[in-house]
């Protein structure tokens, strides 16, 4: 065991593990956490885990407990895009493994590190369909980067070293441990590696040398580039390369969804999101430009709306990205780039020089400043994208945001102006409703000192919003905004303009009322109705010192704007409701 590994053992008050003890599978799964310094466990007991919880009632690791294991895994997954750490999961065996399924591929989809521990039945009793029984690697195996099944207590260790070196290196993403219970009953001598060497898992993290020298002559030789950058720029910590590599090529910078905390909304060189509900400027800079430069960015169907030909048909493609899978997987890449984000651009700012772009850069200036993101405030309702406008003025562009899916997410990609990274936490890839709650209670666990806003629509909240409970228990000062319309936002608009406003199954307004609900649970609730109520709770909210959980009451009919429609091209956008 290194030096520090046993400082952090002090640190929490447990003596230092000596090499070779003997111990349970249970306490060597725990022990194996201290020493990768995992600061919450998020988990929910069973039968199947018994042995493990048994021994954490014997240790200091911090446990939270949710009320469903969604909220547990939405919560570790809060955590690890907050910080960039692998959040870590507990679940029983059957059901409990079954219902962190959804986190796991929402987590998966979006590259974030956790390591998931679910028990299972005695060996054997596996295959005689025991009671709470479910083979969880089998479910798990498309939604995971890797899984393990635990047959022999003597690998536990090693395993979940292995685990947590996959989960957090190359592309991160989720990896599930399932230990059965006679495992972790078992006992052996704790020996618990320094490093794993993984046979055949190498990430590339420096870039090849002849395709950075093609990289700075394109950057030299074009006069229209534009860079993509996506969420690999997050979760490579590669902001400050990206905005140093912006500002010295001045080629201006657009961003996934995912992307949207890598670049300073407010920088002159910023085109905000492209796509379907992208800015104007994003989108005809694609179309016009004549070099594009993706990071971390896998070009997908909604940036390029399943139109891959059409999508920049003037540019050269460079796609930058640590996993070698998504390059050309959807676009024809002329300078395919494979490394790690942050180690390719450092390399890139050592080569590149600046093109002629002046010309360029002021074209898309004047595109950004004459078609904003816009719509049409009224005094006697409340619009969604002012509430979004509120918070953005009052935090001016500091808080850890979190959403669910659906057009309320759409607002904030659009109207919050994120100036840091990893402060806009939302499942992009899979499209999760009831993920931003909880989600949000792992970011301020995390952050415990920031301002977190976790912004849902109604429908979104009402799956999981008994996490209030956690909320409550742990007085976490979370400000909970509801925009509320009263029914399945996107799935209405979808219905009136591409089904003749055949409205099915999207009335949410037998909702309970959340200000009660809010109080039910011991904490704070508001409502508003209109803008300067909005405003005037709000204000309320961030005064107070405890959770605070705020129903704006908006526009039920309202859209989101700009829009492409699926199988259109980006210059077939539609700005607003007056059709133009």
Not at 29 to 38: H, K, S, V, Y
Not at 207 to 223: F, G, H, S, T
Request: proline share 6%; hydrophobic share 40%.
């Amino acid at each position: 065991m290194s030096a520090e590994a046993a400082m952090t053992a002090t640190r929490k008050n447990i003596p230092p593990v000596q090499q070779g003890e003997v111990m349970s599978g249970a306490e060597i799964l725990l022990r194996c956490l201290i020493l990768e310094e995992t600061e919450y466990i998020f988990g929910y007991p069973g039968g199947a885990v018994l042995p493990v919880y048994d021994s954490l009632y014997q240790n200091h690791l911090n446990h939270i407990l949710p009320r469903h294991e969604q909220g547990a895994i939405h919560a570790a997954d809060g955590y690890a895009r907050a910080t960039g750490k692998p959040g870590v999961v507990f679940a029983t065996s059957g059901p409990g493994a079954t219902n962190l399924v959804t986190g796991i591929a929402t987590a998966h989809m979006d590259s974030v590190p956790l390591v998931i521990f679910t028990g299972n039945v005695k060996q054997q009793l596996i295959g005689t369909d025991a009671f709470q029984e479910a083979n969880i690697t089998g479910i798990t195996m498309p939604i995971t980067k890797h899984n393990y099944f635990v047959r022999d207590v003597k690998d536990l260790a090693r395993v979940v070293k292995e685990a947590f070196t996959i989960a957090t290196t190359g592309r991160p993403g989720p990896v599930l441990v399932d230990i059965p219970k006679d495992v972790n009953e078992a006992k052996t001598e704790f020996h618990y590696p320094e490093k794993v060497d993984l046979r055949g898992y190498n990430p590339t993290i420096e870039p090849n040398y002849l395709q950075m020298e093609r990289l700075k002559d394109a950057v030299k030789a074009a006069r229209k580039p534009v860079i993509l950058a996506g969420g690999g720029v997050v979760s490579s910590g590669a902001e400050k390369e990206l905005l140093a590599f912006a500002e010295k090529t001045q080629i201006p910078v657009i961003t996934t969804f995912m992307g949207i905390s890598g670049f300073p909304r407010r920088h002159p060189l910023c085109l905000s999101m492209p796509g379907m509900h992208g800015n104007y400027a994003a989108n005809q800079a694609i179309l016009n430009c004549d070099l594009l430069i993706g990071i971390g960015a896998r070009f997908d169907d909604r940036i390029t709306m399943g139109r891959t030909r059409e999508f920049a048909p003037n540019a050269r493609i460079v796609h930058i990205d640590i996993d070698p899978a998504e390059i050309a997987k959807n676009v024809e890449t002329m300078i395919p780039i494979v490394g790690d984000v942050k180690h390719v651009l450092m390399r890139a700012l050592d080569k590149v020089e600046k093109g002629d772009t002046e010309e360029w850069v002021r074209q898309v200036s004047e595109w950004r400043e004459q078609h904003p993101y816009t719509y049409q405030n009224r005094d006697d309702v409340l619009k969604p994208q002012r509430v979004i406008e509120i918070l953005n003025e009052t935090t001016r562009g500091d808080a850890i945001v979190t959403t669910d899916v659906g057009q309320h997410q759409m607002w904030v990609a659009q109207y919050y102006e994120f100036q840091h990274s990893r402060s806009l936490i939302s499942s992009g890839g899979l499209g999760t409703m009831g993920f931003g709650f909880p989600a949000a209670i792992g970011a301020q666990l995390a952050h415990p000192d920031k301002l977190v806003i976790s912004v849902s629509g109604d429908g979104g909240f009402q799956m999981t919003m008994q996490e209030l409970a956690l909320v409550k228990e742990l007085n976490l000062p979370l400000k909970i905004v509801i925009i509320n319309n009263k029914c399945l936002g996107m799935v209405r608009q979808w219905q009136e303009i591409f089904y003749d406003n055949r409205y099915s199954q999207i009335d949410l307004s037998c909702a309970p009322d959340f200000v009660k609900l809010a109080e039910a649970f011991g904490i704070k609730g508001m409502r508003a109705v209109s803008p300067d109520e909005a405003e005037k709770v709000w204000k309320e909210a961030m005064e107070h010192d405890g959770p605070a959980l705020i129903d704006f009451v908006v526009e039920p009919e309202e859209n989101v704007y700009p829009m492409v429609a699926p199988g259109s091209t980006l210059d077939q956008m539609v700005m607003g409701d007056d059709n133009k």
